[in-house]
């Protein structure tokens, strides 16, 4: 139960990689996470319609972030030399298609790897800002309140193979491996694909059990309601 949560400030390595565009080659949207676990689960990406996002040509790659945060972005990249190539809404890029970098709908239930809506860009004023990050946000369904709202809203059915003990199932080469844990496991097999632009360590909030002390994931469950005279 949330109530049950207690929060303690840690430190986590976060990660900010690069997700193919579907039908423009070299082209990529830019997001940045604190928990890589959760990017197998990955169904789409959020942005947010008013703010203002960039096209920046790297060598033979162009990239897409926040405008208010490319300079941090480019900073933590270890990028120096890079051209603004144009601006514009976030509402530009919905609908947008990208590809997986972990090639992971073959394993996606045969409703989902149908589902239009799977692998776009969505719109989402209230969970995405410039405060941190790139300005585009991991989105899924599965791992959290927030990404659920935001994937019903567009019709995405959450998904989540990971069981009671946190350990993946049936996802091909992840079965097996657990959330959290395996972070480092997970941030190699992005590097393995060349996905990692930059990692960092990151300080935040997260919650803990308050009987175990251990950190808890966040994940979907079918739940039951009964009426009782």
């Known amino acids: 139960a949330k109530h049950e949560l207690e929060y303690k400030d840690v430190t986590d390595n976060s990660i900010y990689m690069k997700f193919p565009f579907a039908d423009e080659k070299d082209k990529f949207l830019i997001i940045w996470t604190t928990t890589p676990w959760t990017i197998p689960l990955n169904l789409a990406i959020m942005v947010n319609p008013q703010m203002q996002y960039a096209e920046v040509s790297i060598g033979e790659e162009t990239w897409v972030v926040a405008s208010s945060l490319l300079e941090t972005v480019m900073k933590k990249a270890k990028i120096e030399k890079y051209q603004v190539i144009s601006k514009f809404p976030g509402k530009d890029l919905e609908g947008i298609k990208y590809i ?21 860009v969505l719109l989402s004023s209230e969970y995405v800002d410039d405060s941190a990050g790139t300005g585009l946000v991991h989105c899924a ?70 009987r175990s002390h251990e950190p808890v994931i966040f994940r979907t469950t079918k739940q039951w309601f009964f009426k009782v005279e």
């Open 141 to 210: 369904p599965g791992c959290g309140p927030e990404d659920y709202e935001v994937g019903h809203l567009y019709h995405i059915p959450p998904f989540n193979c990971v069981n009671e003990e946190g350990i993946f199932e049936d996802l091909g080469e992840f079965s097996g491996w657990r959330a959290k844990v395996d972070d480092s496991k997970f941030i190699t097999a992005l590097e393995n694909v060349d996905s990692i632009i930059a990692k960092e360590p990151y300080v935040h909030e997260y919650p803990y059990g308050e």
């Open 100 to 120: 997986h970098p972990l090639n992971l709908k073959v394993h996606l239930p045969a409703e989902l790897q149908s589902n239009q809506k799977l692998y776009t």
